[in-house]
């Protein structure tokens, strides 16, 4: 079997002498079913080529090798990054060569080399989730599809709709760029070292963004969203320059100035975001 169990995950850290840290998000999978599950429930096909974040060990990767046509994997950790080759090379040595690695942090990442990326699938460390998520979505454009592994409290965020008690600045900027969706949750048990948390899954698919400006979007989402409970005519007064501009903003995009942050879906901040300024 080319798939990692929960003995071979042990022996590979035993011989990197390797102690996985909360620092980068260290929580490998070492559960063959549950990287099964992860890569059927992607839908990755023969055609795609996959970007892999935080692969770690190579669990995730190895499945999503048997499938696709490629794999580039970033990895923060040059222990890691330098064993996962010949992991690869082990396991399943007549797909080795569809193997990438990518020695970076995927916050700083503006592309990856090689044919354009179709599908992003990862279990992310969870304290960058969010923001590794958001920056592929801007960075590759040519990622069409995705499923992501979160906390299970990012996964409800990053899903929830306008209105819901989750609902908030990354519920908005990921709907910028494509409809997300949960698709199951993940017990702890299939982790070493396992987390605190449950996890949750994130399917995506690309959409085409509203129209608007995306910077200036965002820009109203971050001041909607800083002080929750404040109507949008009191939240956003900083971004429009006074409260009365802000209302002005507010009626010209069509939008009660009386109405919370939360209740906006994402057209309606791309509207505000380019309501014209008396």
Do not use: C
């Not at 998520?133 to 990622?143: A, I, M, T, V, Y």
């Not at 996964?155 to 910028?176: C, E, F, H, N």
Request: hydrophobic share 45%.
């Amino acid at each position: 079997m080319s798939l990692l169990t929960a003995a071979d995950v042990r022996s590979l850290a035993t011989r990197l002498d390797l102690r996985p840290t909360k620092t980068l998000g260290q929580n490998f999978v070492i559960d063959p079913n549950t990287v099964r599950r992860l890569v059927r429930t992607a839908g990755v096909g023969v055609e795609d080529v996959v970007v892999e974040v935080g692969p770690g060990l190579g669990s995730l990767t190895l499945g999503l090798l048997e499938v696709a046509t490629r794999v580039v994997a970033v990895e923060i950790d040059p222990t890691l990054a330098g064993e996962l080759p010949a992991t690869v090379a082990d396991r399943l040595p007549e797909r080795a060569d569809r193997l990438e690695v990518v020695l970076q942090d995927a916050l700083t990442l503006t592309g990856v080399p090689g044919p354009p990326p179709t599908a992003f699938v990862a279990n992310l460390p969870y304290n960058v989730a969010v923001p590794v998520l958001l920056r592929l979505l801007e960075h590759l454009p040519s990622l069409r599809t995705g499923l992501v592994m979160v906390q299970a409290e990012v996964a409800d965020r990053l899903v929830a709709p306008p209105g819901s008690r989750t609902y908030g600045i990354p519920s908005v900027k990921a709907q910028w760029y494509a409809d997300v969706r949960r698709a199951g949750a993940i017990g702890r048990n299939v982790f070493w070292p396992a987390p605190n948390v449950d996890s949750g899954l994130v399917a995506f698919t690309r959409r085409e963004p509203p129209v608007g400006d995306r910077e200036a979007t965002f820009a109203v989402v971050d001041a909607a969203f800083a002080q929750r409970r404040k109507t949008l005519r009191a939240a956003l007064a900083g971004w429009a320059g006074s409260a009365a501009a802000a209302e002005e903003r507010l009626r010209a995009a069509g939008i009660d100035p009386g109405a919370r942050g939360e209740v906006l879906g994402v057209d309606d901040f791309a509207r505000l975001a380019s309501a014209p300024v008396a």
